[in-house]
């Protein structure tokens, strides 16, 4: 099985980052009015939504056309049946922008995804998104900075290795983010939680790749 790529309608202004993160054989689902960005990123595999924010018109492609008042936003849905349809890797994209709840629910779906045992990962014009476990996760210097969330209350055992900020077997409270803003050191950090989960925000350095908003 491949990958699933769900755009969601969120903002996507530099589409040429974007395109850099899709790979040939990638199954795209888009959600509603994330069909804006579809002349940009490909022609969708598979469409969802209830189309209160986008006409639809005619498409050669599934379609799964759902009601307006369900409890699942379109893009959850849209990652829910890519889920169970058997896709285990996921890029996320238009998933933040000005609507702050929607932005707020889409992250969670990082949480979401790891609890079912599949590897996901949220990608916007300024950053990558993901979630830390028991593995370490790898970061390159050439992000100049990254950031560690506690997002589901207490998690203990936080290890930070090869960073400006350093930790070992670290406490971190949702109520107390001290884990922001750290920079790596070359060729990388790694970071790791023994108990619990936190998200991983790695930002990009926009002095050397300037947003091209094509």
């Not at 530099?14 to 790979?23: C, I, P, V």
């Not at 922001?180 to 002095?207: C, Q, T, W």
Request: hydrophobic share 40%.
């Amino acid at each position: 099985m491949g990958r699933a790529v769900i755009v969601g309608g969120g903002e996507i202004g530099n589409y040429s980052r974007a395109r850099s993160f899709l790979k040939e054989g990638d199954y795209l689902v888009y959600c509603d009015s994330g069909l804006r960005h579809e002349e940009k990123l490909g022609k969708a595999d598979l469409i969802v939504g209830d189309f209160d924010s986008f006409f639809l018109g005619w498409r050669a492609c599934e379609v799964i056309v759902l009601p307006e008042k369900k409890d699942d936003t379109d893009t959850i849905f849209g990652v829910k049946e890519a889920y169970n349809r058997g896709f285990r890797d996921f890029l996320l994209l238009g998933f933040t922008g000005r609507r702050m709840d929607h932005t707020l629910a889409n992250i969670y779906v990082l949480d979401y995804l790891a609890q079912k045992g599949a590897n996901a990962k949220v990608v916007d014009d300024w950053c990558e998104m993901e979630t830390v476990g028991k593995e370490w996760k790898e970061i390159p210097s050439s992000f100049p900075y990254f950031s560690l969330i506690a997002w589901k209350g207490k998690v203990e055992g936080v290890d930070i290795e090869n960073a400006l900020y350093p930790l070992s077997g670290a406490e971190v409270e949702s109520s107390w983010q001290y884990c922001v803003s750290n920079e790596p050191l070359y060729p990388g950090a790694r970071v790791r939680v023994e108990k619990g989960s936190m998200l991983l925000v790695k930002i990009f350095d926009d002095d050397k790749e300037r947003r091209l908003g094509d």
